[in-house]
């Protein structure tokens, strides 16, 4: 992966073919690498943030436009400081020195040729498993040029119905792309691979799902995807609870509220008939808004 990728970029499934060494493209970045935060995060899956916690950076701009965004000011409004290659190798191998457990690119897709060089600086001083933490809309053309770059995948699948794709986040194609990259992803870093002795993940891929209000049976229609598409014992299931009315949610009634027990348990329900039993479910009371990290650019200096 190279910088000529921004010259006519197709990073994302928009393929908005923007130049981007002139004008933003649909994510909202130009060829300007610009991150909010670099940190120890502890609020991810156990066997990823660990007792340490994660090693988390947050890119500026996103491929999707969710309503209902908890990172909003990073992904929508463009707060981000700019950053080299060389600052961004660093910053690697100072999360490193923290104690992370991993390396964690959250919303990385339109920054791929930067991160990329990056990790080529940082080795082979960087020791830690790299994740790619991203919204699931994916081509898998940009999955096939990550192969040996990232060892673990933590994508969401949002939705099945292209209708709710389309009005929530401005994607009908979402579910066509999510699941083709899934699918890739999977294949590319194979099965889970534990840690014996910390439980800490080393490889695999983690799908999250996060149950939003109204929207139950289109979160069931996604787990019976997972059970029929998807090899079996290759991946584990994150179902979330955190829904919470971000950003614009308050444009759109119907999800203008927090889901409700009964709403999330069906979901987990269904998880468990299904026998998607590998991985994690949160609590309702995991619906707070304190979850959200501030973004102050800590770590970027």
């Given amino acids: 992966m190279n910088f000529d990728s921004y010259h006519n970029c197709t990073l994302c499934p928009r393929t908005c073919h923007a130049d981007r060494r002139k004008q933003a493209g649909y994510c909202g970045c130009t060829d300007d690498l610009k991150a909010a935060r670099a940190a ?9 943030s660990g007792t340490a916690g994660s090693g988390t950076v947050f890119f500026t701009g996103c491929t999707l436009r969710c309503c209902f965004c908890q990172n909003y000011p990073v992904s929508s409004q463009g707060r981000g400081k700019s950053i080299s290659v060389q600052k961004l190798s660093q910053i690697f191998l100072n999360l490193q020195a ?6 964690n690119l959250v919303t990385p897709t339109q920054f791929l040729p930067h991160i990329t060089a990056a990790l080529d600086l940082a080795r082979p001083r960087l020791t830690l498993p790299v994740l790619l933490n991203s919204g699931g809309y994916e081509r898998t053309e940009t999955i096939d040029a990550l192969d ?3 060892d673990i995948y933590l994508p969401d699948l949002k939705y099945y119905s292209p209708e709710l794709s389309l009005r929530y986040s401005r994607a009908a194609d979402y579910f066509e792309y999510a699941s083709r990259a899934i699918l890739r992803m999977i294949e590319q870093v194979g099965p889970p691979v534990l840690d014996e002795q910390t439980g800490l993940m080393k490889k695999g891929v983690i799908i999250r799902h996060m149950v939003l209000p109204g929207a139950k049976e289109d979160s069931i229609r996604l787990l019976n995807w997972m059970k029929e598409a998807l090899p079996e014992n290759h991946f584990q299931v994150s179902l979330m609870s955190q829904y919470t009315p971000f950003y614009r949610s308050s444009e759109y009634p119907e999800i203008n509220r927090r889901i409700t027990s009964y709403e999330y348990y069906k979901v987990v329900d269904e998880a468990i008939r299904l026998g998607l039993t590998s991985g994690f479910m949160q609590e309702k009371s995991s619906a707070k808004e304190e979850y959200t990290p501030p973004f102050h650019f800590e770590g970027l200096d």
Wanted: glycine residues 12%; proline residues 11%; charged residues 10%.
């Fill in 40 to 48: 120890l995060h502890p609020w991810e899956e156990p066997c990823i």
């Fill in 98 to 103: 923290q104690g992370a457990h991993n390396i």
């Fill in 148 to 150: 040996g770059y990232v």
